[in-house]
């Protein structure tokens, strides 16, 4: 089971269904999507509850002030029947920079931009806009 795209469906179906809120459960790299997802500003925050087992996440979904919501689309791009990598070089600008890419480096999970200041390449995890 792939555990990101499910937190990505999971958003992406919560955000469509205009949820204040969504839950699901926890792990170390959806926490480092969610906070790279909410410094970007596309989530408002997120919680971790921790349980006897996992834990639950809890994401607060994002709208503007006509009610539509900050994320407009949410791919996932590397699967784990096709791994994707980048090079630091190669990163791609999304929506002329309106929109971010999400790379895991070796020194954690980052969006594009970041990545290509610290001159890292990895696997492109995502793109959100």
């Given at each position: 089971?792939?555990?990101?795209?499910?937190?990505?469906?999971?958003?992406?179906?919560?955000?469509?269904?205009?949820l204040?809120?969504?839950?699901?459960?926890?792990?170390?790299?959806?926490?480092s999507?969610?906070?790279?997802?909410?410094?970007?500003?596309?989530?408002?925050?997120?919680?971790?509850?921790?349980?006897?087992?996992q834990?639950?996440?809890?994401?607060y979904?994002?709208?503007?002030?006509?009610?539509?919501?900050?994320i407009?689309?949410?791919?996932k791009?590397?699967?784990p029947?096709?791994?994707?990598?980048?090079?630091?070089?190669?990163?791609?600008?999304?929506?002329?920079?309106?929109?971010?890419?999400?790379?895991?480096?070796?020194?954690?999970?980052?969006?594009?931009?970041?990545?290509?200041?610290?001159?890292?390449?990895?696997?492109?995890i995502?793109?959100?806009?």
């Open positions: 089971m792939d555990t990101i795209a499910q937190m990505l469906t999971i958003i992406r179906n919560g955000s469509q269904a205009r204040e809120k969504v839950d699901m459960p926890s792990s170390n790299t959806r926490e999507l969610a906070k790279i997802l909410s410094s970007s500003g596309f989530i408002r925050s997120f919680k971790v509850a921790k349980d006897s087992k834990g639950v996440m809890r994401v979904l994002k709208y503007d002030e006509a009610g539509n919501p900050a407009s689309n949410l791919a791009v590397s699967t029947g096709r791994r994707s990598y980048v090079h630091a070089s190669e990163i791609p600008v999304i929506r002329s920079g309106t929109g971010s890419c999400i790379i895991s480096t070796n020194k954690g999970m980052m969006t594009g931009h970041e990545a290509k200041k610290q001159n890292l390449g990895g696997e492109f995502c793109t959100v806009w």
